[in-house]
Each structure stands twice: as C-alpha cells, then as structure tokens.
C-alpha cells in the first residue's frame, strides 16, 4: 500500500488487479499491523469486500477499487459513530457525510474508520474509549491528532490514503508526525453538509504520501454543497493543474521561528529545519525574508482556546442529544472534556459571537501582513513527536493539560482562526530518525500557487527514508 492511489487506480481499471485483490490486500494488512499501531475504530471487511465486487476492469471513476481509510468524527452509512467519546460508542450513522459521499463517488473502498482523541479536542490521540493510536515510526510516539489514526494507517501502509480533517492543525500536525502530507485547504473550500452549514475553523480534506495526490484530492473534494452557509468559488484551474506547473521563480517568500505563545519553547531540529526550508526556497530563486508575526500574546492564546472549547462543547451537546440525554454527565467524557463543557456553560450565544468577532479580528493584523508575500514558512511542530501519555485529560487540572497542549503545536491553530490554507511537508529527517516538517502558509485562497510551491521544495528537499518501523 506504498503506491499512489492514482496508480492502483490505474491497475484495477487496467485489469492487472482486480478491486477485490487490492481490497484484501489492505484489509490483510490491517489484520497484521494494527493490533501493534491501534489506528482502526472499526474494519469493514465484509463490506469493504462487497463494495469491491461491485467494481469491474474499466470503471471510468478515478479511484475506482482504492482503499481508504475516514476518520471517525464524519459519518459512513452504517457504521459506527463515535468521535471518540463514550457517550456516541454505539451510534450507528444512517447517512453519508458530504465527503464521505465524494469519495464514494470517486469509486474510493472504505475499508473502516479511524481513532481520533476524545472529541478531537487534543493533538494526540489517545481516547479512553479506544485506547491510544501509535506512531509506526516509533511506537512509544504519538502519531499526532486529531487525526492521528488515520496518519498512523497511511503511514504503515495500512492504506494509500487516509480521510481526516482540521481544526486546528488535526491534519497538519499527524502529518508532521508520521512524515506525510497534510493540507488544510482555505476556510469552506470543502463542505460541512449535512452536519453543519459552515465552520469558521473546521475543514476535511486528506492525508497523502505526495503533493500531487494532496491537490487531486483537493480537485475532488472541493465546492458547494446545497445549502451550504458559505462556500468559495471555484479557482481558475484544477489544483492537480496547479500544483504540477513549472516550479514558480522570483517569490516573496517570509519565515519564522517565533510561536505564536510567548513561553513555547521551540526544539532546535524544528528551528533549524524552517532555515533548511528556507534555503531550499532560496535555492529555488526565491527572495526570502525573516519577520516576527504580530500573533505573540496570551490574549491570541487565551482567545483562540476559549473559542476552540466552545466549539468543542456543541459536539458534546451533540453527543448527549444523540444518546437520549438532556444533560451529559462528568462520567460521560474525560475530565479534560468535562473541564471544556463546564467552561463553556458559562458562555451565552453573545459572549460566543464576540469571541470569534475579536478572534477574527486579531486575524486581519496577520493577514495584512502576510499580503506583502507570496507565502509563509514555519515549523510544523514545536517539539519532536510526544511520548504516548505526555498530555494527561485526566490529571489533576485538565485545562493545564489543554493548554500545555499548544506548546507542542503552537503554529497550526492561527492559520486556522485566519482562514488561509496552510500545508505541513516532511522534508527532512530528523537526528532522532523521526520525520522532520515544515508549514508553508499561502495567500488567502491561494491553494493553487501554496500546492506549486509545496511540490518544489518537495522536489527540491533530500531523499529521506518513507518506510516506518511498523510497517
């Protein structure tokens, strides 16, 4: 399951491999490494392999017969729902969320879903319900969150491509992790149908090997759904076009170290590899420019945490109503989520609205800036991949569990309150063996020229190892 999902693709349409043999080949692989990796919530092998039957040599769809893998907050007809909290273990969805429904479409298999931290709220996962998701590079690591198990399944070829989506660096930060591609496209490029009409933070989209299939997949997902409360318009090209053009030259290109939390402290292999980065972009004929953002503050902390556990408590609201209940209990969900929805209660739908007005408020500062460039260079991670138990949902004062959290992903959350799209890449590797990522940031809607960019320095970064430990 190292070979591009275009590719396989082709060899079902081809008849050299039938849906069925490529079905089970990561439905056998699966059986043989999650028991060590813990990234399934659910296998369908019965209906994976049903599905696959179905698809014959010459299926005109562009994924007909390729396995992936949907993380387990977006709802699959007829399975199980639970985005990770007890209160939604037995859920079964009736519907297909509208993503879920494009990749069907496409002809993509759907072979299970994946673990995800009790309702994503952490960048690690490790639910109590379903225990922890490990890293396949090393599997006393995290393997990031919120998506994290399906970042662990692409990247020890469970599958050859993983669903996930970003709240505040969900795709970005597993990426970075396990040494793969994660995108968060610009704000409601892709739907929330039917679960939402928009989301000011919350964006779906994939986990790839390459540049390349990260922007088709992009082509595929994106646009209007109807009813949705906001949408963009389509770009001029195909992001596949975009992203395959010559190498851009002549870019105005920014880079920083500094985190957007004043007492997160940066790991020096994470530093360093935004100045390799940025070496390489100079390489490539680009001027680049070190600045300091105006994001330091523990007001721009402090507001994007409140916000961010807002949302967080209308999930659990959601969760409650779904398991019949008017009121959910401390016993229903980790303390660490318990501590957000207690917080929260306390907030009426005018103190919500001006949390997110002064969020995006603070946000037009940034992106004023940021205009005088082409793009954005910063670390992906501020520390290397956390040891399995490092953030404690039950420790003595969850909400310090909550915002130690920051301080190891202090540079995805901002691109989130702004909008604009951001992109982890695994260019290096580093001293510990582990992958090594940069976030190369884009104009506002500006995917096509961010996905160019991000396939030259992909192009241009050192060959480093793709084969995890577990794999």
């Known amino acids: 399951m190292f070979r591009a999902p275009g590719e396989l693709a082709a060899l079902v349409r081809s008849g050299e491999l039938t849906a069925r043999e490529l079905v089970g080949e990561s439905l056998a692989r699966i059986d043989s490494l999650d028991p060590r990796l813990g990234a399934f919530v659910e ?63 496409a002809g993509f298999v759907i072979v299970g879903t994946t673990k995800l931290p009790e309702y994503g709220i952490l960048p690690v996962t490790e639910p109590r319900l379903h225990g ?40 970005r930060i597993p990426a970075a992790c396990c040494g793969l ?7 409601h490029r892709v739907s929330t149908a039917p679960d939402l009409g928009s989301s000011p933070l919350v964006i779906d989209g994939v986990l790839t090997r390459t540049v390349a299939d990260t922007a088709t997949l992009l082509d595929l997902l994106a646009g209007y759904e109807p009813g949705d409360g906001a949408w963009i318009a389509a770009p001029a090209e195909p992001f596949a076009v975009s992203a395959a053009r010559e190498p851009p030259r002549g870019l105005r290109i920014a880079f920083t170290k500094l985190p957007p939390i004043p007492d997160a402290a940066v790991d020096a292999q994470c530093a ?53 209940r008017a009121e959910p209990t401390a016993e229903d969900m980790e303390p660490m989520s318990w501590a957000l929805w207690e917080r929260s209660r306390g907030l009426d739908a ?54 130690r959290s920051g301080h ?36 506002p809607a500006g995917e ?22 577990v794999s």
């Not at 591609?181 to 704000?187: D, I, M, S, W």
């Not at 100045?275 to 070190?290: C, F, S």
Request: proline letters at 8%; hydrophobic letters at 45%; charged letters at 15%.
């Open 43 to 105: 296998v369908d092998h019965e209906g994976a392999l049903a599905a696959a039957e179905q698809i014959a040599p010459g299926d005109p769809r562009p994924f007909a017969g390729v396995p992936i893998a949907i993380k387990n907050n977006r709802a699959v007809r007829g399975l199980r729902l639970t985005q990770g909290c007890t209160l939604m273990r037995d859920f079964v969805a009736g519907y297909d969320h509208s993503v879920v429904r494009r990749l069907r479409e």
């Open 132 to 171: 922890p998701a490990r890293n396949p590079w090393d599997p006393s690591r995290t393997p990031g969150g919120s998506s994290g198990g399906s970042a662990a399944a692409l990247a020890a070829g469970m599958v050859p491509i993983a669903h996930g989506n970003d709240g505040g660096g969900s795709l």
């Open 181 to 187: 591609v994660g995108l968060k496209a610009q704000r």
């Open 272 to 324: 360093a590899a935004v100045d390799r980065a940025a070496a390489l972009a100079a390489g490539l004929g680009h001027e680049l420019e070190e600045i300091s953002p105006p994001w330091q503050g523990e007001d721009l902390a402090d507001l994007f945490g409140a916000y961010f556990g807002a949302a967080v408590a209308l999930g659990i609201r959601f969760s409650a109503i779904n398991a019949g």
């Open 350 to 403: 005018v103190g919500f609205q001006l949390l997110q007005t002064q969020l995006q408020s603070r946000m037009r500062a940034l992106v004023a800036l940021l205009e005088q460039y082409d793009a954005l260079i910063t670390p992906a991670l501020a520390q290397r991949p956390l040891e399995l138990g490092s953030l404690d949902t039950a420790a003595a004062v969850p909400l310090e569990t909550f915002a």
């Open 408 to 443: 190891f992903t202090p540079f995805t959350p901002v691109f989130n309150a702004s909008g604009q799209p951001a992109i982890s890449l695994p260019l290096f590797e580093g001293e510990d063996g582990l992958p090594l990522a940069v976030q190369v940031v884009g104009r």
């Open 448 to 469: 096509g020229a961010l996905l160019a960019l991000a396939a030259a320095l992909e192009q241009a970064a050192p060959p480093i190892p793709r084969r995890p430990l």
